[in-house]
């Protein structure tokens, strides 16, 4: 079958968003169970995402930066940092992860997982 390179890029922003919106609600303060839910979350996301092409580059990417799951501010800044290395491998502008803060809102508003974005 061939390519479709505006389907790729679909799946592309559909799973960033859903990716950055995540990292963006995980705990400040998460515990070791949240952090390990997260960590194993990023490694079957990498080995299960359907462009695989794209999964094996991800998957090699992890290797380089591992997870980092400590905090809200770890795993949201690291993602950030991720996702600007598959955009430079593609020759896409750098983010400045700087204002990640409140570029990506679930819009759920105030639910009793997690509080305030
Ligand atoms: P996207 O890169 O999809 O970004 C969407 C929006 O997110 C941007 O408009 C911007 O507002 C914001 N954004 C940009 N950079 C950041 C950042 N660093 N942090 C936070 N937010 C940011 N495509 C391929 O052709 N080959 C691949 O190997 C490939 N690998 C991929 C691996 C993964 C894990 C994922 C999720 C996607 C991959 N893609 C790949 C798709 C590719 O990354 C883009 O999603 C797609 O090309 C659409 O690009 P876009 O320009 O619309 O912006």
């Not at 940092?81 to 679930?106: A, M, S, T």
Request: charged share 25%; net charge positive.
């Amino acid at each position: 079958k061939l390519e479709n390179a505006t389907a790729k890029a679909e799946l592309g922003r559909a799973s960033w968003k859903l990716f950055h919106t995540m990292m963006g609600r995980f705990p400040d303060k998460p515990t070791a169970d949240d952090s390990l839910a997260l960590k194993t979350y990023v490694h079957l996301f990498a080995r299960l995402y359907p462009c695989g092409d794209c999964a094996a580059h991800f998957q090699k990417l992890l290797r380089k930066y591992p997870p980092q799951v400590s905090s809200r501010n770890a795993a949201a800044g690291w993602a950030c940092l991720l996702h600007n290395e598959v955009n430079k491998r593609l020759k896409k502008p750098q983010f400045d992860c700087n204002n990640i803060g409140d570029f990506y809102d679930c819009g759920c508003g105030d639910d009793e997982k997690g509080g305030k974005n």
